[in-house]
Structure formats: C-alpha cells, structure tokens
C-alpha cells in the first residue's frame, strides 16, 4: 500500500518523505503562488487557476487571495462560494463544502493530524480524516475547523472558535473547543436592520 491509499483509508501516513505527495504538494504550491501573485482586478486567471487547484467546483467561487491548500484536488466548492483573506485548507482527506458558504478571514480548515506518539510524531507520521461542511454555513474569522468534522445546514460558527466535533444544522455554535450557543430562530431576520423605500 503506497502512503497515499493509506491517507485515504484512515491510516497513519509518512507525509514527508513520500515522492508522490511531496510532488503533489509541490504541484499545487505552485498553482496557489500563480494564484496569490494575480493582481486582484485580473478575475480571469484567478478563475482559470482556481479550477486547476480545486478538485471540483460549482459555479463562480470568490476566492480572496491569499489563499493556501496542500493538494487541491481535495476540495470541493458548492455554488455561491466566498471565502475572505487568508483561507488555509490543508486536504489531505476530501474537504467539501455545500452551496453559499461564506468564510471570514484567517480561517483554517485542517484534515491533517500528527501522532500522538512522540516517536511516530517526530519520524513523520499524520492521518487525515475528511470535512464535510453543508449549505448556507457561515463561519466568522479566525475559525479553525479540525479533521473529521462535520457541519450541518444553515449553521454560523462564531469568529475565533476552534471546531473539534460535529455541529448540527440551524444553530449558532461558538468557543473553544466550539458548543451550540442555540439554534437560529425566525427572531434572528429581526437582528439587523433592513433598509425599506419610504412610500
């Protein structure tokens, strides 16, 4: 088994001294420096190279550079999708993501996970377990999203919270290690005031 079938089938990986995926890692370096080095009004090769970096994609993604991810081809774009500045996803396991998720700032979705062990640790070895994220999330700057994790519909995950376990649909869940704080309400379209024309 190379050491990239034993990523994809949950077991600890050599990450670091594999050719295969020092070449796929490096591959797609490239693709994101090319990416980050665009001038921002040049749309149109940042859509070219958006759709060689990501595995899959729906739509127009909006994509603030920079923008950082270990191999790409991971990683799965639903339509409507927006992510702010300095969006890490490190890919190791499938990331996918659902329509009209919005991201904030300096977050980090990580599938990547070192040993335990110190030993294993220090000779190399990582797992990688999948993130799955589902329609209309939401996730406010700074949120760090942990392997294995799954996010459900319609959920806001608050600025700074470090997601380790599922979140369920409908709720607004913040902290670290992040909690459901409660589930959003018809209230919640009352929160912010809406411009309506005088009549």
Request: net charge negative.
């Amino acid at each position: 088994m190379t050491e990239w079938e034993k990523a994809q089938s949950g077991y600890l990986y050599d990450a670091n001294h594999d050719a295969e995926i020092i070449a796929a890692r490096t591959k797609c370096a490239d693709l994101c420096h090319a990416f980050n080095c665009c001038r921002p009004s040049d749309t149109q090769t940042q859509a070219k190279l958006l759709r060689e970096i990501l595995g899959s994609v729906k739509g127009e993604p909006v994509v603030t550079a920079p923008f950082y991810c270990d191999y790409g081809f991971h990683i799965t774009v639903g339509e409507n999708f927006y992510t702010n500045h300095n969006c890490t996803i490190l890919d190791g396991a499938p990331v996918t993501f659902g329509d009209n998720v919005f991201i904030g700032p300096n977050c980090v979705f990580s599938t990547a996970g070192h040993a335990l062990d110190a030993q294993q640790r220090s000779s190399g070895l990582e797992i990688a377990r999948p993130i799955t994220v589902g329609n209309n999330v939401w996730f406010g700057a700074n949120v760090a999203v942990l392997p294995g994790v799954c996010i459900g519909d319609d959920t806001v995950v608050g600025a700074g919270s470090v997601v380790s376990r599922d979140l369920p649909s409908g709720v607004i869940a913040v902290g670290s290690p992040c909690r459901v704080l409660r589930p959003i309400t018809p209230a919640d379209r009352e929160k912010y005031p809406l411009w309506q024309p005088q009549r």
